[in-house]
């Protein structure tokens, strides 16, 4: 065991792996010890997410209401909840918990009768109004809502409130407006953005405050696959700063293996990913002077500041006098789904690599954008390796094989 990551060992003639920093138990037998390291660690990567799947799975011990001690502060009712609360996936528990713990700092010191009749109207409406003087989104406002209705009702139910206070006005979400940019408008402004030197200032100043030790090309390196994740994977702007070497599968051609946000929705399968997001990863290893990620290495480099990405986008936009909305990660992730409807992507394919449940946000975009008659074929679209695995337990490599060519081809 070593560090935060799963470390097989040989012992018997046998790989070996320990979680119980994780939670579980240890000696875990992998393989036998003829099979390559590379393969071992990806085994125990795959033996850990096996274990908290079946950990998931198992059903929740129900808390006896008559011996269920009563909560007497919002902290108390929400941990109880969410000991009750299912997930189909990690990823469902993993946002789960961040809304829990976040709720918890910004209302877990009331007592719950603060929370019924007049009072508790008094209370939510004061929260409602912290929140929009934060200046955040109907969206995000209606989600943390929908779990402090869920929080007081279980109360309510286990007679810890007399009732549930009624809820204030929440603000409505508006109609979204759909901005986007095409691929090499996309490449105009990230190279504008590497280039120019007000941009690579203000990127040195972020990673300075970051604490980052590495040299500016291998920052810049590491920058252009964040953005190329948004535009070229569609993924959440959360999950590019966090996209590490098990979330890609690279062996001459480049699958995506796993979109962190996407893990509660999306199957265990392999994503094909474009040709140019393979060239970037390419192009990143050459940077660094090696043929392959380590282990849990994040590959972008971290999560990159909402203020300063956003700062630095908009400065390139102007500098090339692009028109439309300011230019945010969101744009490039949705144009990501414009993108792959214009090569004649279904709309469920382009919401499972989105990690989008719902399709109907995908279908307005999708009657906005023209798509080709029949099935498009571009530089996007790959033909499965041979042999590629079709879940990401099943990866082997994460290292790119360069494509032997005979003379006669």
């Known amino acids: 065991m070593s560090g935060k990551y799963p470390t097989p060992v040989v012992r018997d003639g046998k790989w070996e792996v320990d979680l119980r920093a994780w939670g579980f138990g240890w000696h875990y037998v992998l393989a036998p010890a003829s099979l390559p390291q590379i393969d071992a660690v990806h085994l125990a990567w795959a033996k850990l997410e096996e274990l908290r799947a079946a950990r998931l799975a198992e059903p929740h011990a129900q808390l006896e209401l008559r011996s269920a001690p009563a909560a007497r502060t919002f902290s108390d009712a929400i941990d109880a909840w969410s000991a009750l609360k299912r997930y189909a996936t990690a990823g469902g528990k993993d946002w789960g918990d961040k809304y829990r713990d976040l709720l918890k700092r910004e209302l877990g010191t009331y007592e719950l009768r603060e929370f019924q009749g007049h009072r508790g109207e008094q209370r939510l409406a004061a929260y409602l109004g912290s929140l929009e003087a934060l200046k955040l989104g109907p969206r995000t406002i209606r989600n943390r809502f929908s779990i402090v209705v869920q929080v007081l009702r279980f109360a309510a139910g286990r007679q810890w409130l007399d009732g549930v206070a009624r809820m204030p006005e929440l603000p409505s979400v508006p109609e979204p407006r759909y901005e986007w940019i095409d691929e090499p408008t996309f490449r105009a402004v990230r190279a504008r953005i590497f280039e120019s030197p007000t941009s690579r200032r203000l990127l040195a100043m972020h990673l300075r405050r970051a604490g980052c030790r590495e040299s500016a090309e291998i920052v810049i390196a590491r920058r252009k696959v964040y953005l190329s994740c948004l535009f070229y994977l569609g993924l959440h702007p959360e999950d590019a700063g966090t996209f590490r070497d098990e979330h890609v599968f690279l062996d001459t051609d480049c699958y995506l293996r796993r979109n962190t ?38 590959i972008t480099g971290g999560p990159w500041q909402d203020s300063s990405r956003s700062e630095i986008l908009q400065r390139a936009q102007r500098q090339l006098d692009i028109p439309g909305a300011p230019l945010t990660a969101q744009i490039l992730r949705r144009s990501y789904a414009r993108e792959m409807f214009r090569r004649n992507y279904k709309v469920r394919e382009v919401a499972d690599r989105m990690g989008h449940v719902d399709e109907a946000m995908l279908r307005r975009v999708y009657a906005r954008t023209p798509r080709p008659i029949g099935r498009a074929r571009s530089r996007w679209t790959r033909t499965p390796l041979a042999g590629a695995p079709t879940t990401h337990a099943g990866a082997r490599v994460v290292q790119f094989r360069p494509v032997e060519v005979s003379d006669d081809a």
């Open 261 to 298: 946000k996407s893990a509660r929705c999306v199957p265990e399968e392999q994503f094909e990913t474009p040709e140019p997001m393979a060239d970037d990863l390419r192009e990143l290893l050459g940077v660094l002077g090696r043929e392959a990620f380590y282990c849990g290495e994040v």
